[in-house]
C-alpha cells in the first residue's frame, strides 16, 4: 500500500448493488404457485357439477361451454401424474433429521409446533430467514465534503450518525423484556480482506464491527457489512505509552501534537469510509490519559453526532470522566475478550462477560477479528437467546441511545 492510497479519498465511487437472492426465491414460488392453480381450473367443471348430472349437462341458468380442448386435458393429465406417482410421506424421524441439516446447512431456525419433529406440523420462522441488512450509506443529510473527503455531521432537524446508521435492538418473544442484555464489538475489520469477509459472513448481525482506518476496499467492506445486517464504528489510532516503538499507523492522533494537527487528522481518519455509528480507540494509552489533548477530540466526535466506545484496554483513560462535559454520548467495554487468543482463555472471558450481564443488565466486550475469537464468539452470540440473554448492537449499550429492547416477532441474525 501507497502514501496515495491512504490519502485517496474512500467511499467516492458507488459500490455494486448485489443481486438479492430472496427476490428470486420469492419469484420461483410465485410461479410454482401459478403452475399448481392451472391444474384445479381445468377440472373446475367437474368440481361445480350436481350430484348426479351428466358429464356434459349443465345446471339449469348455466351457460353450457364447450368441453376443453384436448391439448389442455392431456397438459393437466401430464401436471397430475407426478402427483399420483409422489412417495408415500416421509416418517416423522426422518423429516426431523432433514429438517436438522437444513437447520446446519442454512441457519434459518425450524421451529416444531409443541416441540415435535412431525412433517405436518413444522413452521419455518420466516422473520430469521429474511435480509435483516441495514440501509445503504451515506445519508445524504449526514455528509460534510472537507479536503480529506466526506466526514459526519449532525444533519438537519437534529439528525445523527448515531442513530441513523445505527441498528435497531430487536429481540424475539421468546426474551421478555428487562432480560440482560450484552453488546460484542469486534475490532480489526478491514486490514486482511480474507477475514474480514469471513466475520462479516458468520457472525450474527447485532455483532458490531470496528473497522481500522488504513484497510484498501473499505467502502465495499463497510457496505457489504451493513448489507449483512452489522452497525460499524470507526477505530482511530491513539497514541499508546510506548510510541513510537508500537506504531498505530499513518495519522495517529498524538498527546504531544496541537489542538488544530490532531483535529486534521481526525478528520483524515474520518474520511476513510462512512456509515458508521460512532468511534473507538484503537490503543491510545498515553493520548487518553492526558485530559488537555484528549478534550477538544472528544468535543469534535460529539460535535459530528457519533457515540464514542473507550475499549477499555487503559485503566488511565479520562474518557468516561470527559465525556459528559462534551456532550458526548460514551461507553466504556466491560472486558477484553481475547487478551489471550486461545479458545479456552476466550470462551472464559466470555463466561465472565455473561455474568456482567446478569449482575448489571449489560455488559459489553470487544475483541479482535483474529479467527479464533471471531469462531468462539460466534458460537457464544447464536446461543445467548436460547441462555435468557439478548445479543444487541453497541448502540443500544449508549446510556442516553437505549429506548429499552423492543420485543417483537422480527430477531437478530
Known amino acids: 500500500m501507497t502514501d496515495d492510497d ?4 474512500l467511499g467516492q465511487f458507488p459500490v455494486p448493488k448485489r443481486p438479492s437472492r430472496g427476490n428470486a426465491l420469492y419469484a420461483a414460488v410465485a410461479i410454482a404457485g401459478l403452475g399448481l392453480l392451472a391444474v384445479p381450473a381445468a377440472f373446475l367443471p367437474a368440481l361445480v357439477r350436481p350430484p348426479g348430472a351428466a358429464p356434459n349437462q349443465t345446471p339449469a341458468g348455466v351457460s353450457n361451454n364447450a368441453p376443453p380442448p384436448p391439448h389442455i386435458v392431456a397438459r393437466a393429465r401430464e401436471t397430475v401424474a407426478p402427483l399420483q406417482d409422489a412417495p408415500a410421506a416421509v416418517p416423522a424421524e426422518k ?19 409443541g416441540g415435535g419433529g412431525a412433517p405436518e406440523a413444522l413452521v419455518i420462522d420466516v422473520a430469521k430467514a429474511l435480509n ?9 443529510r449526514l455528509i ?3 479536503p480529506h473527503g466526506p466526514v459526519p455531521r449532525i444533519g438537519a432537524y437534529g439528525a445523527r450518525p448515531s442513530e441513523v446508521y445505527a441498528r435497531s435492538a430487536i429481540s424475539t418473544d421468546g426474551l421478555t423484556q428487562g432480560a440482560p442484555r450484552i453488546a460484542l464489538l469486534i475490532g480489526g475489520m478491514g486490514l486482511a480482506p ?19 482506518p488504513y484497510g484498501a476496499d473499505l467502502a465495499r467492506e463497510t457496505a457489504r457489512a451493513r448489507e449483512a445486517g452489522h452497525e460499524t464504528v470507526l477505530q482511530i489510532p491513539m497514541e499508546p505509552f510506548d510510541f513510537p516503538r508500537d506504531n498505530p499507523g499513518p495519522h495517529t492522533l498524538l498527546a504531544g501534537a496541537g489542538k488544530a494537527a490532531n483535529i486534521d487528522n481526525l478528520t483524515w481518519l474520518m474520511s476513510r469510509f462512512t456509515g458508521y455509528a460512532g468511534v473507538t480507540n484503537f490503543l491510545g494509552g498515553k493520548l487518553t490519559a492526558d485530559a488537555k489533548t484528549l478534550t477538544p477530540v472528544l468535543r469534535e466526535i460529539a460535535a459530528r453526532g457519533l457515540f464514542y466506545v473507550d475499549d477499555g484496554t487503559s485503566a488511565q483513560s479520562l474518557a468516561m470522566t470527559l465525556a459528559p462535559g ?17 479458545p479456552e482463555a476466550i470462551g472464559a472471558a466470555l463466561a465472565r462477560l455473561e455474568a456482567i450481564a446478569r449482575d ?9 477479528a483474529l479467527p479464533a475469537s471471531v469462531e468462539t464468539i460466534g458460537r457464544f452470540a447464536r446461543a445467548l437467546e436460547a441462555r435468557g440473554i439478548a445479543l444487541v448492537p453497541l448502540s443500544a449499550a449508549m446510556p442516553s441511545l437505549q429506548s429499552g429492547l423492543a420485543i417483537g416477532s422480527s430477531a437478530v441474525r
Not at 360 to 368: D, E, F, H
Open 6 to 9: 491512504l490519502n485517496a479519498p
Open 132 to 140: 435483516t441488512g441495514l440501509p445503504s450509506a451515506p445519508d445524504p
Open 360 to 368: 448489571k443488565g449489560m455488559a459489553i466486550g470487544v475483541a479482535s
Open 326 to 342: 462534551q456532550a458526548l454520548v460514551a461507553a466504556r467495554a466491560d472486558l477484553v475478550l481475547d487478551s489471550t487468543a486461545e
Open 95 to 113: 423429516a426431523g433429521l432433514a429438517a436438522e441439516a437444513v437447520e446446519r446447512r442454512t441457519g434459518v431456525k425450524i421451529i416444531r409446533a
Open 144 to 146: 460534510e465534503q472537507t
Open 194 to 212: 480474507r477475514a474480514t469477509e469471513s466475520a462479516i459472513a458468520s457472525l450474527p448481525g447485532a455483532v458490531t464491527l470496528g473497522f481500522a
